[in-house]
């Protein structure tokens, strides 16, 4: 099983799912299985990156795109009920850290929604560049945003230095991470500042399911990573629900404004995916799932045949098909049928909002 990604140490068996099924993070169920190991040293989560494993996730990334239901629409986040980019809300959330204006570049930009969303914040003021391994996003991008450079390829082929990094659910695929922040941190300039965002295990256990994503941070295994390579860490005093954002540096004058505290490490129930996963392979009612992330979809396909639809509030991804089944808007549901809901840090207040409607979770079964 090899060494902890993070800090070398040894590794043990943390979770083995029940099923063989997993899903990728653009949302397509994969016949795979699922093995978590935890380490003793620093208690990162991870995957094994045998050749095997990286086989199959390089795999997954030649079909590979993101935001494809909702024709690369960004992903939406519902605050008190209002719907939000989750790029607009990251900015909002670091605002006071980023400079206003300087050379932004955007690590693994897919389908560069992060850029757009700086674009529309600081407009000239900020002049854009993007990396991703991949050049498929290139010429849409060009075409949409005043893009002074698109970096196809390793980030050892870029040769200059930047105000603003960004990194936005990326480093949860890298396979060496440590060796990767060493590669950023060239490229960002003393002053710079390193905006980082990734999955948050404790609050969105699904995380585990998605078979591309190596690593499972907490805030506390995220920081430890991090804090090998860059001297100042801030987590921003607001949160993200099911999400930890950091703003690293180089230089600690250009990040002095009050961070949030540090929560204290704590124990994250894995296996409450395992439940999931068998209370859901045996269901064998006609049952509805809330939402088409990587949990939805991972719980659509446990149902199988017993799968009705999917039910989501996000309007471009209403009435396509996910998985062959249709996805619903909840006013348009039959509430008399159940709908299951995967457990995150969103659940109660979803709940409260869309009363009308039967949610089941794990914890009902």
Same mark, same amino acid.
């Given at each position: ?15 083995q ?7 990728t ?5 994969v ?6 190991f ?6 990162t989560l ?12 390089k ?45 932004f ?7 560069g ?31 949409d +945003?005043? #893009? ?5 390829? $390793? ?6 230095q &930047? %105000?603003? /990094? @960004? ?26 500042? +390193?905006? #980082? ?5 404790? $609050? ?6 998605? &078979? %591309?994503? /190596? @690593? ?18 801030v987590?921003?005093q ?39 996963a ?17 949990a ?20 471009n ?14 006013t ?34």
């Amino acid at each position: 099983m090899g060494r902890c990604l993070i800090c070398g140490g040894a590794l043990s068996p943390a979770l083995q799912l029940p099923v063989r099924l997993a899903v990728t993070s653009d949302c397509h169920a994969v016949e795979e299985q699922v093995e978590i190991f935890r380490c003793a040293a620093c208690g990162t989560l991870q995957k094994a990156p045998t050749p095997s494993y990286l086989s199959k996730v390089k795999e997954i990334y030649q079909t590979y795109r993101i935001y494809a239901l909702s024709d690369g629409h960004e992903q939406v986040k519902f605050l008190g009920g209002v719907p939000r980019t989750r790029s607009d809300v990251i900015l909002d959330h670091v605002d006071q850290y980023l400079p206003r204006a300087g050379e932004f570049l955007d690590i693994g930009t897919g389908s560069g929604v992060f850029l757009r969303a700086v674009h529309k914040r600081f407009e000239a003021r900020a002049r854009l560049y993007a990396q991703d391994i991949s050049a498929a996003a290139h010429d849409r991008l060009k075409a949409d +945003l005043p #893009i002074e450079w698109f970096y196809a390829g $390793e980030l050892s082929e870029i040769d200059r230095q &930047f %105000d603003v /990094i @960004s990194m936005i659910h990326v480093l949860e695929h890298v396979p060496s991470p440590v060796e990767f922040l060493n590669q950023v941190k060239r490229l960002l300039k003393d002053d710079g500042v +390193l905006l #980082i965002q990734v999955p948050d295990l404790q $609050e969105t256990v699904f995380d585990a399911v998605i &078979f %591309d994503h /190596i @690593s499972h941070f907490t805030q506390s295994t995220l920081l430890t990573l991090l804090r090998k390579v860059f001297p100042v860490c801030v987590v921003p005093q607001s949160k993200i629900n099911n999400e930890i954002t950091v703003v690293s540096g180089i230089n600690a004058r250009t990040l002095t404004a009050s961070p949030r505290l540090e929560s204290a490490p704590s124990p994250v129930d894995l296996q409450g995916v395992s439940r999931i996963a068998n209370f859901l392979a045996h269901r064998s009612q006609a049952t509805a799932v809330f939402g088409v992330a990587p949990a939805g979809t991972f719980c659509g396909a446990l149902l199988r045949e017993h799968l009705e639809c999917f039910v989501d509030e996000d309007t471009n991804i209403q009435f396509k098909r996910h998985l062959g089944k249709l996805v619903l808007p909840p006013t348009q549901f039959d509430s008399s049928i159940p709908v299951f809901l995967p457990f995150n840090k969103n659940a109660p207040m979803i709940r409260s909002r869309l009363n009308y409607l039967r949610f089941i979770t794990e914890e009902d079964a």
